[in-house]
C-alpha cells in the first residue's frame, strides 16, 4: 500500500516562511516525479511545483515561482516544498502528489496525500 504523509503546515503571518515535507512509503520514489499542488476554498485545485527524478530538473507554477522551491531527498524517499515570502493568496490546502510514468509535470498523477493546511494571514 502506498502512502503519502504531508506534514510542515500550520500559520503564517504574510512574508513569513514555512517547508512543508512529504514522506512515501510503500515503493521506493526515486524514478518517479514528486510534486506538489493546492486546493483553495472556493477553487480547483492546482499546480504547484514538480520534480523529476533528476533533482535539477523542476517546474514551478508562475505565481510561485523565486518564493518556493521544491526538493527531494532519496534516502529519506521524501519531497519538500520550501515556503518563503509568503503571500495571503497562498493560503490552502496543499497536497503532495506522486507520478510513477513519464509524463507532464502538470498530471495525471497516481498517488496523493491527505494534504496540509497552510493559513498566511495579513
Known amino acids: 500500500q502506498v502512502q503519502l504523509v504531508e506534514s510542515g503546515g500550520g500559520l503564517v503571518q504574510a512574508g513569513g516562511s514555512l517547508r512543508l515535507s512529504c514522506a512515501a512509503s510503500?515503493?521506493?520514489?526515486?524514478?518517479?516525479?514528486m510534486a506538489w499542488f493546492r486546493q483553495a476554498p472556493g477553487k480547483e485545485r492546482e499546480f504547484v511545483a514538480a520534480i523529476g527524478w533528476n533533482p535539477g530538473v523542476s517546474d514551478y507554477a508562475n505565481s510561485v515561482k523565486d518564493r518556493f522551491t521544491i526538493s527531494r531527498e532519496y534516502a529519506k524517499n521524501t519531497v519538500y516544498l520550501q515556503m518563503n515570502n509568503l503571500k495571503p493568496e497562498d493560503t490552502a490546502v496543499y497536497y503532495c502528489a506522486v507520478r510513477t510514468t513519464p509524463g507532464s509535470y502538470y498530471g495525471p498523477y497516481d498517488y496523493w496525500g491527505q494534504g496540509t493546511q497552510v493559513t498566511v494571514s495579513s
Open positions: 510503500g515503493r521506493r520514489f526515486y524514478t518517479y516525479t
